[in-house]
């Protein structure tokens, strides 16, 4: 079996640095935005997605910012605060709407939001997620996992 290979979409370089020293067996790609993240998804067989962008600048998020700042009262600041902390729904969306079928594994903590992951997971799956804790064996397995759920993925 060849090397799982896993599109890390964040605005830093953390997880694509920490996965690869962690994996070096897998084949990792950073994608730094949403933009990005949708011209490279082909040909991968899991992403691995961090949640929060707070190191792009506003033109690089995806999401229509007069929407959410009309739902937060005109509270145009909130709006981008809220754009950046929720980027990686953003870009999941947007993946999806793309066509994008591949397996998405959040770096994000949905522990004490079970509703939203159900939502989550309901209208974009398949997914999974791993908190900022998980060592490098629960690592592998998620992402083993992960990518035995994928269409392409021999099991």
Known sequence: MS??????I???HE?????????????FVRAG???????????FDVAFLDMRFDRVGPEDLLGDH??????????????WRFLED????????????AGHRLPVVFSYDFD??????????????????LTDTAGPDLIRRTLE?????GPERPR
Do not use: C, M
Request: proline share 4%; charged share 25%.
């Open 10 to 12: 964040e605005d830093g």
């Open 86 to 97: 929720n980027q990686g729904a953003f870009i999941l969306t947007a993946l999806r709407q």
């Open 33 to 43: 935005t949403g933009q990005e993240a949708l011209r490279l998804a082909e040909g």
């Open 112 to 129: 004490g939001e079970p509703r939203r992951w159900r939502n989550l997971s309901k209208a974009h799956g398949p997914l999974s997620y």
């Open 66 to 79: 007069a929407v959410v700042a009309e739902r937060l009262d005109g509270d145009e600041e909130r709006a």
């Open 145 to 149: 996992q992960a990518a035995g759920a």
């Open 15 to 27: 997880y694509s640095a920490t996965l690869s020293r962690f994996l070096p067996d897998f084949t």
């Open 3 to 8: 090397a799982i290979r896993v599109l890390v």
